[in-house]
T-cell receptor, first 113, second 117 residues
Framework: DQQVKQNSPSLSVQEGRISILNCDYT??????FLWYKKYPAEGPTFLIS?????DKNEDGRFTVFLNKSAKHLSLHIVPSQPGDSAVYFC????????????FGKGTKLSVKP | DTGVSQDPRHKITKRGQNVTFRCDPI?????LYWYRQTLGQGPEFLTY????????KSRLLSDRFSAERPKGSFSTLEIQRTEQGDSAMYLC???????????????FGPGTRLTVL
């Protein structure tokens, strides 16, 4: 039973446009959400996070939106750049789990020049 | 470079052999995590240390797996009698503990790719 779901295995976007990556979760105890980017043969790199007390967090070109009632979060990348091409993982944790992250299966983003 | 480091980066072994991986966390991070990632999946939690204490283990961590963090700094993950199903990327992550029950950002190492023939 997947608690964190990324339903789009892949996404292709033109350079300069917006990339929107989506993530759904089922566990209402989750209170901290993170996005990681992963290149082949490397470990995940932390991008941005959001606590459940907020509905938006922004860092440069990256913005994460959280809709608790829908148990949905999204990562917006504006403008998209070819170097953003990677696999993006959504992850969630709850205070009671002492920080153990539950990951989605990832979405492969391709940004075309 | 003060990030999380892992050694070796790649390991090829024959079924039945034992292997050991090492993780050096970011200095002064007192939490250390091990995850396993297989093709097409996200990382899956294996085990977690706070300082030298191993506080949680996943059901994925069979009796053939053992992890240690003897001095609360680096950690080792050993797999005994490896099986082909153990082939995966083994990832280590560390995080600070800002507050007692806080959930802090985890920073990952580059991983160790294990191939069991």
């Amino acid at each position: 039973d997947q608690q964190v779901k990324q339903n789009s295995p892949s996404l292709s976007v033109q350079e300069g446009r917006i990339s929107i990556l989506n993530c759904d979760y089922t566990n209402s105890m989750f209170d901290y959400f993170l996005w990681y980017k992963k290149y082949p043969a490397e470990g995940p790199t932390f991008l941005i996070s959001i606590s459940s007390i907020k509905d938006k967090n922004e860092d440069g070109r990256f913005t994460v939106f959280l809709n608790k009632s829908a148990k949905h979060l999204s990562l917006h990348i504006v403008p998209s750049q070819p170097g953003d091409s990677a696999v993006y993982f959504c992850a969630a944790s709850s205070r009671g789990s002492q920080g153990n992250l539950i990951f989605g299966k990832g979405t492969k983003l391709s940004v075309k020049p | 470079d003060t990030g999380v480091s892992q050694d070796p980066r790649h390991k090829i072994t024959k079924r039945g052999q034992n292997v050991t991986f090492r993780c050096d966390p970011i200095s002064e991070h007192n939490r250390l995590y091990w995850y396993r990632q297989t093709l097409g999946q996200g990382p899956e939690f294996l085990t977690y240390f706070q300082n030298e204490a191993q506080l949680e283990k996943s059901r994925l961590l069979s009796d053939r797996f053992s992890a240690e963090r003897p001095k609360g700094s680096f950690s080792t993950l050993e797999i005994q009698r490896t099986e082909q199903g153990d082939s995966a990327m083994y990832l280590c992550a560390s995080s600070p503990q800002i507050a007692r029950f806080s959930t802090d950002t985890q920073y990952f190492g580059p991983g160790t790719r294990l191939t069991v023939l």
